[in-house]
């Protein structure tokens, strides 16, 4: 069974840096692409960042674009995101997701696992 649990968020204030983490269980990581996504209250769910099964390549939302840096381990099967410079508007619900392929982009519905999600909340 495929299980995705995420940790590392909490609360900072802007400007300061967080890594997120992503432990896969259950399946060959390897095989799988990643990305992360978010969900701020009243709004809906929307890309972030993704990785192709090897990291060789990768793809960032505009908004998080030069500060927000995605990564893997396939020998801990674990996925990252580094986040630094946060703001404000960086607040909300982060969620990891994988598919079984070698790549997908920033189409949530191309996701086959998603984790439960970890809070992240920047103050001003």
């Known amino acids: 069974q495929v299980q995705l649990v995420e940790s590392g968020g909490g609360l900072v204030q802007a400007g300061d840096s967080l890594r997120l983490s992503c432990a896969a269980s259950g399946w060959t990581f390897s095989s799988y692409a990643m990305g992360w996504f978010r969900q701020a209250p009243g709004k809906e769910r929307e890309f972030v960042a993704a990785t192709s099964r090897t990291a060789g390549r990768t793809l960032y939302a505009d908004s998080v674009k030069g500060r927000f840096t995605i990564s893997r381990d396939n020998a801990k099967n674990t996925a990252y995101l580094q986040m630094d410079t946060l703001k404000p508007e960086d607040t909300a619900v982060y969620y990891c997701?994988?598919?079984?392929?070698?790549?997908?982009?920033?189409?949530?519905?191309?996701?086959?696992?998603w984790g439960q999600g970890t809070q992240v909340t920047v103050s001003s």
């Open positions: 997701a994988a598919r079984r392929a070698y790549w997908s982009g920033s189409n949530s519905r191309e996701y086959d696992d």
